[in-house]
């Protein structure tokens, strides 16, 4: 009887321990996966903080700081409550333009709901860090002349009407995913929107004071190669847990990764060294930043040496818009975001499609889209999620802008900007020496 009861007994403790859905998960992917969250958010801070933070002049530095880290604990509540459900909604079933309400506050989720051969929270998790990042990035197009609150609302609004739609129908089941659009970790999603819509924002805000008759010189390089290290290193997470899985998609992001950052980085100081003279630290870091941008949509359907390719393009292309928009149309993204993340993700996206293709010798990829069967008709599909993001995105930032600048105003005045962010928005100083 003892032992009927201990055997009962032991039954019923099972149950409790060991969840009804711990069959369908893998333990290595749902480890790699909780550990690439971990990696984009250790992008935002302090990797991009810090990198954000150097470039801009010592007045300003605290505010850039304060932009970063505010907006990783504000996206974040707000990927929560309403930005996951309507990115990839509560059932397989989506419609082709935005997720349905069903997992408001994650509310269709439970400890035992599984995504793949992951728990979905560590999806919901994984993606929260790229709903974070996305917003952050943008801060470089309006460095040092933003007021916080307008920044705020912005960024808020910007996630759910922007972000969160694009997310939607390139991943999460929508009209791009199912036209068969290869962007592996976000060159639509993350760096064509941040981009257009961080030169859409210095457009609309004008320059800062004396941008084009004085310098306006980083004033902590150290910190900035600081934070690119971060990024360098947090971007494997970005690219190879997209892979959503510990396996040989995740070893090929993580592997073209690197090797395009380092191809864009030596790209990069070439052109300056060529140009100018002598190659510049700001010049290698943010080279490297432009083949992690590039290779982004490419990571997980292309070979190491397109990645290669990808990165050495990826740095002389971005590197010659950078000069365009600063000499030429003379606007000033602050700290390059279009430039950089925005024709990086273009020319990554665009070229996904050309060096996906299987039979090209040693730049062969993983081959095309299901119902695609030529780099024509991929390259196509490519450009059309191209175009589609991009005006997408900038009539939409366009009109947010003119939203929040009726509501609160977007710049602070003049002699504000002129005292500096980090005194009139903080009451605080980067440096007190």
């Given at each position: 009887m003892f032992k009927s009861a201990y055997a009962a007994m032991s039954a019923l403790c099972l149950l409790f321990v060991v969840p009804s859905a711990s069959a369908e998960v893998s333990s290595g992917d749902t480890a790699w996966i909780?550990?690439?969250?971990?990696?984009?958010?250790?992008?935002?801070?302090?990797?991009?903080?810090?990198?954000?933070?150097?470039?801009?002049?010592?007045?300003?530095?605290?505010s850039v700081l304060m932009q970063c880290f505010a907006l990783t604990g504000l996206m974040s509540l707000l990927w929560f409550g309403l930005g996951y459900t309507l990115a990839f909604g509560s059932t397989d079933e989506q419609?082709?333009?935005?997720?349905?309400?069903?997992?408001?506050?994650?509310?269709?989720?439970?400890?035992?709901?599984?995504?793949?051969?992951?728990?979905?929270m560590a999806f919901a998790m994984f993606q929260m860090t790229f709903a974070v990042i996305t917003p952050a990035l943008i801060v470089g197009g309006f460095a040092e002349r933003m007021r916080f609150s307008a920044m705020l609302?912005?960024?808020?609004?910007?996630?759910?009407?922007?972000y969160a739609p694009v997310c939607h129908w390139v991943w999460g089941g929508g009209w791009l995913q199912v036209m068969g659009l290869q962007d592996f970790a976000g060159?639509?999603?993350?760096?064509?929107?941040?981009?257009?819509?961080?030169?859409?924002?210095?457009?609309?805000?004008?320059?800062?004071?004396?941008?084009?008759?004085?310098?306006?010189?980083?004033?902590?390089?150290?910190?900035?190669v600081t934070g690119a290290g971060m990024l360098w290193v947090g971007w494997f997470g970005f690219n190879g847990g997209s892979a959503l899985a510990a396996d040989g998609s995740a070893a090929q992001a993580i592997l073209v990764t690197h090797l395009s950052a380092s191809a864009g980085a030596l790209a990069w100081m070439a052109m300056e060294w060529i140009k100018h003279g002598k190659p510049?630290?700001?010049?290698?870091?943010?080279?490297?930043?432009?083949?992690?941008?590039?290779?982004?949509?490419?990571?997980?359907?292309?070979?190491?040496?397109a990645g290669v390719l990808i990165g050495l393009t990826?740095?002389?292309?971005?590197?010659?818009?950078?000069?365009?928009?600063?000499?030429?149309?003379?606007?000033?993204?602050?700290?390059?975001?279009?430039?950089?993340?925005?024709?990086?993700?273009?020319?990554?996206?665009?070229l996904a499609g050309v060096f996906c293709a299987p039979g090209i010798g040693?730049?062969?990829?993983?081959?095309?889209?299901?119902?695609?069967?030529?780099?024509?008709?991929?390259?196509?599909?490519?450009?059309?999620?191209?175009?589609?993001?991009?005006?997408?995105?900038?009539?939409?930032s366009y009109v947010l802008l003119k939203v929040v600048d009726a509501l609160l105003g977007l710049r602070v005045d003049v002699d504000d900007e002129t005292q500096g962010l980090d005194l009139v928005l903080h009451d605080e100083r980067g440096y007190d020496l």
């Open positions: 909780l550990s690439s969250s971990a990696l984009v958010l250790f992008m935002t801070i302090p990797g991009l903080s810090l990198f954000y933070a150097g470039l801009v002049r010592s007045k300003n530095v605290l419609g082709p333009w935005v997720g349905d309400l069903g997992n408001v506050f994650l509310a269709a989720m439970s400890g035992d709901s599984v995504s793949g051969s992951i728990p979905s609302l912005f960024s808020s609004l910007w996630l759910i009407l922007v060159g639509t999603v993350v760096h064509i929107t941040a981009g257009v819509a961080a030169i859409v924002a210095a457009i609309v805000m004008g320059p800062r004071k004396g941008y084009g008759n004085q310098p306006l010189p980083p004033h902590n390089l150290t910190m900035t510049s630290v700001l010049g290698i870091v943010t080279g490297m930043v432009a083949g992690l941008g590039s290779i982004t949509p490419a990571s997980g359907s292309v070979g190491p040496a990826g740095g002389v292309v971005c590197y010659y818009a950078t000069l365009f928009i600063k000499l030429r149309l003379k606007i000033d993204d602050s700290l390059d975001v279009f430039p950089v993340h925005g024709v990086g993700g273009i020319l990554g996206t665009l040693i730049l062969s990829g993983n081959g095309f889209s299901e119902g695609i069967n030529s780099v024509g008709g991929q390259v196509t599909v490519q450009a059309i999620g191209v175009v589609s993001t991009l005006v997408f995105t900038a009539v939409a």
